[in-house]
């Protein structure tokens, strides 16, 4: 069964594919998403779903370069997971910082 993943990068633009709900990497996904605590634009601390960078790679198959190499997407969601809410991808251990997190890694990709 396949799903779509639509992701959003770090300049706003689009990404759509699909994804296989039904492979083992998809299972082990699944279990890495966790809710928590980041910091907002105007400093304040709340809640949202992350997952590491490595982990949408491996769904990602062959375009998991997009994430693991050159830090692309800031967040994404999947057809019916979570409720369609947004992900946040971590690209490191630290919190999310979502004042500098645009500069910090959308540099890596050549923009900014």
């Given at each position: 069964?396949?799903?779509?993943?639509?992701?959003?990068?770090?300049?706003?633009t689009?990404?759509?594919?699909?994804?296989?709900?039904?492979?083992?990497?998809?299972?082990?996904?699944?279990?890495?998403?966790?809710?928590?605590?980041?910091?907002?634009?105007?400093?304040?601390?709340?809640?949202?779903?992350?997952?590491?960078a490595?982990?949408?790679?491996?769904?990602?198959?062959?375009?998991?370069?997009?994430?693991?190499?050159?830090?692309?997407?800031n967040?994404f969601?999947i057809?019916?997971?979570?409720?369609?809410k947004y992900?946040?991808?971590?690209?490191?251990?630290?919190?999310?910082?979502?004042?500098?997190?645009?500069?910090?890694?959308h540099?890596?990709n050549?923009?900014?």
């Amino acid at each position: 069964m396949t799903k779509a993943l639509e992701a959003i990068e770090f300049d706003g633009t689009t990404f759509g594919m699909s994804v296989d709900a039904g492979a083992e990497t998809y299972k082990k996904f699944k279990a890495q998403v966790k809710e928590e605590e980041i910091i907002g634009f105007f400093g304040d601390h709340f809640k949202v779903l992350t997952v590491p960078a490595v982990w949408l790679g491996a769904i990602m198959g062959e375009a998991h370069w997009l994430v693991t190499e050159i830090h692309s997407f800031n967040k994404f969601c999947i057809e019916g997971f979570k409720g369609g809410k947004y992900i946040y991808v971590k690209y490191d251990d630290e919190i999310i910082d979502m004042r500098i997190r645009r500069q910090k890694y959308h540099r890596v990709n050549g923009g900014g």
